[in-house]
């Protein structure tokens, strides 16, 4: 499975951006997704993931009530809407995919990755 994320770009703080992450190849499989970040000098945290159905997500408590994490798996795609984005949120983005279902936050969990997409968030 190979995971091509989009959609990063340089905001203000309060505005919204809309990541997605394509998949491709081996997608006929039951896969949950996720997205992580990391910002320079940080580990990769944990941000959002989602089962194979969509109708459970769950989300770091940094993006809680703002993020948004679905998923569309006719186009094979995954979207991160991002709100009321703040500084702190400044990182590149990843999107990764876990066989099987269900929901999974850590990055040990995830079995690809994609490249990530820059996300800079000015005050």
């Known amino acids: 499975v190979q995971l091509q994320a989009s959609g990063g770009g340089l905001v203000q703080a309060g505005d919204s951006l809309r990541l997605s992450c394509a998949a491709s190849g081996h997608t006929s499989s039951t896969y949950a997704m996720g997205w992580f970040r990391q910002a320079p000098g940080k580990e990769r945290e944990f941000v959002a993931t989602?089962?194979?159905?969509?109708?459970?997500?769950y989300y770091a408590n940094s993006v809680k009530g703002r993020f948004t994490i679905s998923r569309d798996n006719a186009k094979n795609t995954v979207y991160l809407q991002m709100n009321s984005l703040k500084p702190e949120d400044t990182a590149v983005y990843y999107c990764?995919?876990?066989?099987?279902?269900?929901?999974?936050?850590?990055?040990?969990?995830?079995?690809?990755w994609g490249l990530g997409t820059q996300v800079t968030v000015s005050s």
């Open positions: 989602i089962d194979w159905s969509g109708g459970r997500s």
């Open positions: 990764a995919a876990s066989r099987g279902d269900g929901l999974r936050s850590l990055p040990g969990q995830y079995d690809y």
